[in-house]
Protein backbone atom coordinates (compact mmCIF):
# COMPACT_ATOMS: atom_id res chain seq x y z
CA UNK A 1 0.00 0.00 0.00
CA UNK A 2 1.78 3.92 -1.35
CA UNK A 3 2.42 5.90 1.66
CA UNK A 4 -0.24 8.34 0.22
CA UNK A 5 -3.36 5.98 0.63
CA UNK A 6 -2.00 5.40 4.28
CA UNK A 7 -1.83 9.24 5.00
CA UNK A 8 -5.38 9.79 3.52
CA UNK A 9 -7.05 7.03 5.19
CA UNK A 10 -5.36 8.23 8.77
CA UNK A 11 -6.68 11.60 7.59
CA UNK A 12 -10.05 10.55 7.39
CA UNK A 13 -9.94 8.41 10.60
CA UNK A 14 -9.04 11.51 12.18
CA UNK A 15 -11.70 13.18 11.42
CA UNK A 16 -14.47 10.79 11.75
CA UNK A 17 -13.42 10.22 15.06
CA UNK A 18 -13.44 14.19 16.03
CA UNK A 19 -16.64 14.25 14.77
CA UNK A 20 -18.18 11.23 16.92
CA UNK A 21 -16.21 12.66 20.03
CA UNK A 22 -17.99 15.93 19.35
CA UNK A 23 -21.43 14.78 18.19
CA UNK A 24 -21.29 12.40 21.37
CA UNK A 25 -20.04 15.05 23.43
CA UNK A 26 -23.18 18.01 22.14
CA UNK A 27 -25.95 15.43 22.95
CA UNK A 28 -24.93 15.15 26.37
CA UNK A 29 -24.17 18.71 27.22
CA UNK A 30 -26.78 20.34 24.62
CA UNK A 31 -28.83 17.79 23.58
CA UNK A 32 -31.65 20.60 21.97
CA UNK A 33 -29.02 21.89 19.44
CA UNK A 34 -25.98 18.65 19.54
CA UNK A 35 -23.49 20.80 16.97
CA UNK A 36 -24.27 24.11 18.61
CA UNK A 37 -25.60 25.83 15.25
CA UNK A 38 -27.47 28.61 16.86
CA UNK A 39 -24.66 28.85 19.78
CA UNK A 40 -23.05 31.69 19.84
CA UNK A 41 -19.38 30.26 20.46
CA UNK A 42 -19.48 27.66 18.05
CA UNK A 43 -17.37 24.55 18.32
CA UNK A 44 -18.35 22.79 15.08
CA UNK A 45 -16.42 25.82 12.99
CA UNK A 46 -13.59 25.81 15.62
CA UNK A 47 -13.03 22.00 15.70
CA UNK A 48 -13.46 22.31 11.25
CA UNK A 49 -10.88 25.01 10.75
CA UNK A 50 -8.41 22.91 13.66
CA UNK A 51 -9.00 19.86 11.48
CA UNK A 52 -9.17 21.94 8.10
CA UNK A 53 -5.38 23.65 8.94
CA UNK A 54 -3.81 20.76 10.22
CA UNK A 55 -4.49 17.93 7.87
CA UNK A 56 -5.72 19.76 4.90
CA UNK A 57 -8.88 19.95 2.60
CA UNK A 58 -9.47 16.71 2.71
CA UNK A 59 -9.61 16.68 6.48
CA UNK A 60 -11.83 19.75 6.38
CA UNK A 61 -14.23 18.06 4.07
CA UNK A 62 -14.42 15.10 5.11
CA UNK A 63 -15.59 16.14 8.23
CA UNK A 64 -18.15 19.11 7.10
CA UNK A 65 -19.35 16.11 4.56
CA UNK A 66 -19.99 13.55 7.72
CA UNK A 67 -21.84 15.96 9.39
CA UNK A 68 -24.73 16.28 6.42
CA UNK A 69 -26.79 13.14 7.41
CA UNK A 70 -26.67 14.24 11.61
CA UNK A 71 -27.78 18.22 10.35
CA UNK A 72 -30.71 16.39 8.13
CA UNK A 73 -32.00 13.68 10.63
CA UNK A 74 -31.32 15.73 13.97
CA UNK A 75 -32.65 19.27 12.96
CA UNK A 76 -36.34 19.80 11.63
CA UNK A 77 -34.67 22.17 9.24
CA UNK A 78 -32.07 21.52 6.84
CA UNK A 79 -29.48 24.27 7.82
CA UNK A 80 -28.45 25.54 4.68
CA UNK A 81 -27.14 28.86 5.84
CA UNK A 82 -24.82 27.25 8.05
CA UNK A 83 -23.59 24.66 5.80
CA UNK A 84 -22.69 26.98 3.20
CA UNK A 85 -20.81 29.27 5.18
CA UNK A 86 -18.81 26.27 6.96
CA UNK A 87 -18.16 25.02 3.67
CA UNK A 88 -16.55 28.62 2.55
CA UNK A 89 -14.42 28.67 5.67
CA UNK A 90 -13.21 25.13 5.00
CA UNK A 91 -12.15 26.20 1.09
CA UNK A 92 -10.27 29.59 2.77
CA UNK A 93 -8.66 27.63 5.46
CA UNK A 94 -7.64 24.50 3.14
CA UNK A 95 -6.15 27.29 0.92
CA UNK A 96 -3.95 28.53 3.31
CA UNK A 97 -3.27 25.33 4.48
CA UNK A 98 -1.93 24.25 1.14
CA UNK A 99 0.04 27.94 0.21
CA UNK A 100 1.94 27.53 3.48
CA UNK A 101 2.75 23.82 3.34
CA UNK A 102 4.43 24.58 0.07
CA UNK A 103 6.11 27.45 1.15
CA UNK A 104 7.57 25.34 4.02
CA UNK A 105 8.34 22.52 1.98
CA UNK A 106 9.85 25.09 -0.58
CA UNK A 107 12.14 26.67 2.48
CA UNK A 108 12.81 23.37 3.49
CA UNK A 109 14.78 22.38 0.01
CA UNK A 110 16.35 25.43 -0.57
CA UNK A 111 17.76 25.08 3.29
CA UNK A 112 19.12 21.58 2.41
CA UNK A 113 20.46 23.16 -1.00
CA UNK A 114 22.34 25.67 0.55
CA UNK A 115 23.49 23.31 3.54
CA UNK A 116 24.71 20.92 0.95
CA UNK A 117 26.56 23.78 -0.99
CA UNK A 118 28.13 24.75 1.83
CA UNK A 119 29.06 21.49 3.25
CA UNK A 120 31.14 21.17 -0.17
CA UNK A 121 32.62 24.16 0.15
CA UNK A 122 33.67 23.32 3.82
CA UNK A 123 34.86 20.01 2.75
CA UNK A 124 36.81 21.43 -0.29
CA UNK A 125 38.48 23.81 2.15
CA UNK A 126 39.69 21.49 4.48
CA UNK A 127 40.90 18.84 1.88
CA UNK A 128 42.83 21.71 0.77
CA UNK A 129 44.35 22.40 4.03
CA UNK A 130 45.26 18.65 4.59
CA UNK A 131 46.73 18.50 1.06
CA UNK A 132 48.56 21.61 1.83
CA UNK A 133 49.98 19.56 5.15
CA UNK A 134 50.42 16.19 3.73
CA UNK A 135 53.12 17.93 1.51
CA UNK A 136 54.86 19.74 4.42
CA UNK A 137 55.26 16.52 6.20
CA UNK A 138 56.34 14.01 3.19
CA UNK A 139 58.19 17.09 0.74
CA UNK A 140 60.85 15.36 0.99
CA UNK A 141 60.81 11.71 1.25
CA UNK A 142 57.12 10.88 -0.07
CA UNK A 143 55.83 13.78 -1.96
CA UNK A 144 51.70 13.39 -1.87
CA UNK A 145 48.98 15.90 -2.67
CA UNK A 146 45.31 14.52 -1.21
CA UNK A 147 43.54 17.02 -3.27
CA UNK A 148 45.66 15.75 -6.39
CA UNK A 149 44.50 12.24 -5.71
CA UNK A 150 40.96 12.66 -4.86
CA UNK A 151 40.96 14.79 -8.17
CA UNK A 152 41.77 11.49 -10.06
CA UNK A 153 39.29 9.57 -8.04
CA UNK A 154 36.75 12.25 -9.30
CA UNK A 155 37.06 11.10 -12.61
CA UNK A 156 37.09 7.57 -12.22
CA UNK A 157 34.27 7.17 -10.31
CA UNK A 158 32.39 7.94 -13.73
CA UNK A 159 33.58 5.24 -16.44
CA UNK A 160 35.71 2.85 -13.29
CA UNK A 161 33.91 2.87 -10.07
CA UNK A 162 35.69 -0.30 -8.37
CA UNK A 163 39.39 1.71 -9.57
CA UNK A 164 37.97 4.41 -7.42
CA UNK A 165 37.40 2.80 -4.48
CA UNK A 166 40.78 1.18 -4.91
CA UNK A 167 42.29 4.47 -5.12
CA UNK A 168 40.25 5.62 -2.17
CA UNK A 169 41.39 2.92 -0.27
CA UNK A 170 44.72 3.59 -1.32
CA UNK A 171 45.09 7.29 -0.16
CA UNK A 172 43.77 6.16 3.25
CA UNK A 173 46.33 3.90 3.94
CA UNK A 174 49.13 5.88 2.56
CA UNK A 175 48.25 9.28 3.98
CA UNK A 176 46.54 8.31 7.13
CA UNK A 177 48.52 5.14 7.76
CA UNK A 178 45.26 2.88 8.22
CA UNK A 179 46.64 -0.87 7.83
CA UNK A 180 43.25 -2.72 7.98
CA UNK A 181 39.69 -0.96 7.54
CA UNK A 182 36.74 -1.62 5.58
CA UNK A 183 33.94 0.64 4.03
CA UNK A 184 30.54 -0.46 3.83
CA UNK A 185 27.61 1.39 1.92
CA UNK A 186 24.26 0.95 2.53
CA UNK A 187 22.69 -1.09 0.25
CA UNK A 188 18.60 -2.19 1.10
CA UNK A 189 16.79 -0.84 4.10
CA UNK A 190 19.37 -1.25 6.98
CA UNK A 191 21.36 -3.62 5.79
CA UNK A 192 25.30 -2.32 4.74
CA UNK A 193 27.41 -4.28 1.93
CA UNK A 194 31.44 -4.07 2.33
CA UNK A 195 32.31 -1.79 -0.40
CA UNK A 196 36.05 -1.68 -0.39
CA UNK A 197 38.77 -2.47 2.41
CA UNK A 198 42.43 -1.59 2.92
CA UNK A 199 44.61 -4.88 4.10
CA UNK A 200 41.84 -7.88 5.35
CA UNK A 201 38.32 -6.97 5.29
CA UNK A 202 37.00 -6.40 8.78
CA UNK A 203 33.43 -7.75 9.32
CA UNK A 204 31.01 -5.39 10.70
CA UNK A 205 29.01 -6.01 13.94
CA UNK A 206 25.76 -3.86 14.50
CA UNK A 207 25.82 -5.03 18.11
CA UNK A 208 29.65 -3.36 18.74
CA UNK A 209 30.15 -1.15 21.60
CA UNK A 210 31.89 1.26 18.90
CA UNK A 211 29.20 1.06 16.54
CA UNK A 212 26.48 0.98 18.62
CA UNK A 213 27.92 4.71 20.08
CA UNK A 214 28.38 6.40 16.89
CA UNK A 215 25.06 5.53 15.62
CA UNK A 216 23.85 6.81 19.16
CA UNK A 217 26.15 9.93 19.20
CA UNK A 218 25.96 10.46 15.40
CA UNK A 219 29.89 11.19 15.30
CA UNK A 220 33.09 9.47 14.94
CA UNK A 221 34.21 7.60 17.70
CA UNK A 222 37.05 5.96 18.99
CA UNK A 223 38.40 2.95 21.34
CA UNK A 224 37.81 4.72 24.79
CA UNK A 225 37.84 2.71 28.24
CA UNK A 226 33.92 2.61 27.77
CA UNK A 227 34.45 0.71 24.65
CA UNK A 228 37.21 -1.09 25.74
CA UNK A 229 35.17 -4.50 24.66
CA UNK A 230 34.69 -3.18 20.89
CA UNK A 231 36.43 -5.31 17.94
CA UNK A 232 37.51 -1.66 16.15
CA UNK A 233 39.82 0.92 17.05
CA UNK A 234 38.00 3.54 15.47
CA UNK A 235 34.01 3.61 14.08
CA UNK A 236 33.07 6.64 10.96
CA UNK A 237 29.88 7.22 10.18
CA UNK A 238 29.11 8.65 7.42
CA UNK A 239 25.82 10.85 6.90
CA UNK A 240 23.34 11.59 3.70
CA UNK A 241 23.72 15.21 3.30
CA UNK A 242 20.13 15.79 3.03
CA UNK A 243 19.19 13.74 5.91
CA UNK A 244 21.60 14.72 9.01
CA UNK A 245 19.99 11.45 10.49
CA UNK A 246 20.49 8.54 8.18
CA UNK A 247 24.13 6.75 8.40
CA UNK A 248 24.79 5.88 4.43
CA UNK A 249 28.00 3.93 5.10
CA UNK A 250 30.51 3.10 7.81
CA UNK A 251 34.28 2.97 7.70
CA UNK A 252 35.65 0.19 10.23
CA UNK A 253 39.54 0.54 11.30
CA UNK A 254 40.96 -2.48 12.80
CA UNK A 255 44.66 -1.29 12.80
CA UNK A 256 46.49 1.79 12.92
CA UNK A 257 49.68 2.55 14.60
CA UNK A 258 49.06 4.23 18.16
CA UNK A 259 50.40 7.68 17.48
CA UNK A 260 48.15 8.46 15.01
CA UNK A 261 44.72 6.94 16.06
CA UNK A 262 44.31 10.71 17.31
CA UNK A 263 41.28 13.10 16.06
CA UNK A 264 42.80 14.92 13.66
CA UNK A 265 43.78 11.77 11.97
CA UNK A 266 40.90 10.20 12.31
CA UNK A 267 38.34 13.38 11.05
CA UNK A 268 41.01 13.51 8.15
CA UNK A 269 39.72 10.46 7.03
CA UNK A 270 35.85 11.61 7.98
CA UNK A 271 36.14 14.49 6.10
CA UNK A 272 37.73 12.53 2.47
CA UNK A 273 35.05 9.48 3.36
CA UNK A 274 32.44 12.29 3.21
CA UNK A 275 33.72 13.96 -0.23
CA UNK A 276 34.14 10.72 -1.81
CA UNK A 277 30.52 9.46 -0.76
CA UNK A 278 28.87 12.58 -2.16
CA UNK A 279 30.49 12.37 -5.39
CA UNK A 280 29.43 8.82 -5.57
CA UNK A 281 25.94 10.24 -5.13
CA UNK A 282 26.23 12.77 -7.68
CA UNK A 283 27.93 10.02 -10.26
CA UNK A 284 24.50 8.12 -10.04
CA UNK A 285 22.49 11.46 -10.32
CA UNK A 286 24.12 12.51 -13.52
CA UNK A 287 24.85 9.12 -14.68
CA UNK A 288 22.40 9.23 -17.29
CA UNK A 289 23.88 12.67 -18.65
CA UNK A 290 27.62 12.11 -18.52
CA UNK A 291 27.81 10.23 -22.33
CA UNK A 292 25.69 12.72 -24.05
CA UNK A 293 27.25 16.00 -21.84
CA UNK A 294 30.61 15.15 -21.56
CA UNK A 295 31.85 18.47 -22.14
CA UNK A 296 30.16 19.42 -18.92
CA UNK A 297 31.73 18.46 -15.50
CA UNK A 298 29.15 16.06 -13.35
CA UNK A 299 29.13 18.38 -10.53
CA UNK A 300 27.49 21.15 -13.22
CA UNK A 301 24.94 18.52 -14.60
CA UNK A 302 23.95 17.49 -10.83
CA UNK A 303 23.04 21.07 -10.14
CA UNK A 304 21.29 21.56 -12.94
CA UNK A 305 19.46 18.99 -12.22
CA UNK A 306 18.85 19.49 -8.78
CA UNK A 307 17.43 23.05 -9.26
CA UNK A 308 15.17 21.58 -12.43
CA UNK A 309 13.85 18.93 -9.72
CA UNK A 310 13.38 22.15 -7.64
CA UNK A 311 11.59 24.27 -10.18
CA UNK A 312 9.20 21.25 -11.10
CA UNK A 313 8.05 20.81 -7.86
CA UNK A 314 8.01 24.64 -6.60
CA UNK A 315 8.23 26.80 -9.62
CA UNK A 316 11.24 28.33 -8.57
CA UNK A 317 13.24 29.91 -11.51
CA UNK A 318 16.90 29.31 -12.10
CA UNK A 319 18.82 30.48 -15.56
CA UNK A 320 22.25 30.09 -17.26
CA UNK A 321 23.91 32.90 -18.29
CA UNK A 322 26.00 31.57 -21.53
CA UNK A 323 28.92 33.38 -22.98
CA UNK A 324 30.78 32.48 -26.41
CA UNK A 325 34.29 34.20 -25.89
CA UNK A 326 36.90 34.36 -28.41
CA UNK A 327 40.07 32.21 -27.75
CA UNK A 328 42.41 34.96 -27.19
CA UNK A 329 40.21 36.63 -24.63
CA UNK A 330 40.21 33.39 -22.16
CA UNK A 331 41.10 36.07 -18.70
CA UNK A 332 37.29 36.99 -19.34
CA UNK A 333 36.68 33.71 -18.07
CA UNK A 334 38.63 33.98 -15.04
CA UNK A 335 36.65 37.68 -14.55
CA UNK A 336 33.82 36.32 -14.49
CA UNK A 337 34.64 33.78 -12.21
CA UNK A 338 35.76 36.41 -9.24
CA UNK A 339 32.33 38.40 -10.03
CA UNK A 340 29.74 35.34 -8.97
CA UNK A 341 28.12 34.44 -5.85
CA UNK A 342 29.32 31.56 -4.12
CA UNK A 343 26.17 29.82 -4.91
CA UNK A 344 26.65 30.26 -8.55
CA UNK A 345 28.60 27.92 -10.78
CA UNK A 346 30.86 28.67 -13.75
CA UNK A 347 32.21 26.16 -16.38
CA UNK A 348 33.48 26.19 -19.78
CA UNK A 349 34.90 24.10 -22.56
CA UNK A 350 36.58 25.09 -26.05
CA UNK A 351 34.96 24.59 -29.66
CA UNK A 352 37.12 25.09 -31.99
CA UNK A 353 38.50 28.91 -31.73
CA UNK A 354 35.74 30.07 -28.74
CA UNK A 355 35.35 29.26 -25.50
CA UNK A 356 31.67 28.40 -24.26
CA UNK A 357 31.11 29.61 -20.56
CA UNK A 358 28.08 28.50 -18.35
CA UNK A 359 26.85 30.10 -15.76
CA UNK A 360 24.71 28.88 -13.23
CA UNK A 361 22.40 31.16 -10.85
CA UNK A 362 20.91 29.01 -8.66
CA UNK A 363 17.35 29.64 -7.62
CA UNK A 364 17.59 33.35 -9.32
CA UNK A 365 14.70 35.26 -11.32
CA UNK A 366 15.16 36.60 -15.10
CA UNK A 367 15.30 39.94 -13.46
CA UNK A 368 18.18 38.67 -11.15
CA UNK A 369 19.86 37.08 -14.16
CA UNK A 370 19.54 40.37 -16.05
CA UNK A 371 20.75 42.36 -13.53
CA UNK A 372 24.01 39.64 -12.86
CA UNK A 373 24.67 40.29 -16.92
CA UNK A 374 24.37 44.25 -16.47
CA UNK A 375 27.25 43.96 -13.67
CA UNK A 376 29.54 41.53 -15.75
CA UNK A 377 28.73 44.16 -19.20
CA UNK A 378 29.52 47.04 -17.01
CA UNK A 379 32.85 45.31 -15.51
CA UNK A 380 34.35 44.35 -18.72
CA UNK A 381 33.53 48.00 -20.32
CA UNK A 382 34.98 49.62 -17.54
CA UNK A 383 37.94 47.68 -17.58
CA UNK A 384 38.50 46.45 -21.46
CA UNK A 385 36.57 49.32 -22.82
CA UNK A 386 33.34 49.66 -24.98
CA UNK A 387 34.15 47.60 -27.85
CA UNK A 388 34.24 44.20 -25.81
CA UNK A 389 30.32 44.27 -26.57
CA UNK A 390 30.47 43.30 -29.90
CA UNK A 391 33.06 40.52 -29.01
CA UNK A 392 31.09 38.48 -26.61
CA UNK A 393 27.79 36.47 -27.63
CA UNK A 394 25.45 35.91 -24.29
CA UNK A 395 21.67 34.38 -23.70
CA UNK A 396 19.82 33.30 -20.95
CA UNK A 397 18.81 30.09 -20.68
CA UNK A 398 15.98 29.43 -18.07
CA UNK A 399 16.14 26.15 -16.11
CA UNK A 400 12.86 24.48 -16.57
CA UNK A 401 11.77 20.56 -17.34
CA UNK A 402 13.41 20.61 -20.89
CA UNK A 403 17.00 22.15 -19.46
CA UNK A 404 18.85 19.33 -21.40
CA UNK A 405 16.95 19.06 -24.48
CA UNK A 406 17.74 22.84 -24.68
CA UNK A 407 21.69 22.55 -23.75
CA UNK A 408 21.92 19.66 -26.74
CA UNK A 409 19.81 22.18 -29.14
CA UNK A 410 22.68 24.84 -27.82
CA UNK A 411 25.42 22.74 -27.99
CA UNK A 412 24.69 21.39 -31.38
CA UNK A 413 23.76 25.18 -32.93
CA UNK A 414 27.51 26.23 -31.50
CA UNK A 415 28.48 23.35 -33.20
CA UNK A 416 27.06 24.45 -36.72
CA UNK A 417 28.24 27.94 -36.50
CA UNK A 418 31.92 27.26 -36.41
Not at 78 to 84: D, W, Y
Not at 353 to 370: C, D, H, M, R, W
Not at 407 to 413: D, H, R, S
Amino acid sequence: MAKRDIAVKFVVGEAVLFFVILTLAGFYFNPKDPLFIHSTVNPFILLELTITLFYGLIGGLVFLIIAVPVFKFIYPQFPLSFFLWTLLLVLIAGEFFSYWKRRIELSEEESTYFKSKLRKQTNDFILLKLSHDQLEKHYIIKPISIRAVLEKIKKELINNREKAFEDLMNLISEAFFVRRGSLYCKSQGTNFKLTASIGEPVDIDMEDPLVKEAIEEGRTVFLSHTSSQSKYLAVIPVFNIANDDEIIAFFLIKDLPFRYLNADNILSINVALIWFIAELEKTEMAKDLTSEFGYLPVDFLVEVRTVKILQEKFGTDSYIVVYKIPENMKDIIQFIQNKIRGIDFLVYHKVSNYYIVYVLLPLSSLSSAEGFSNRISNELKRCFGDEIKNKIIEKFIKVDENIFETLKKEATQIREER
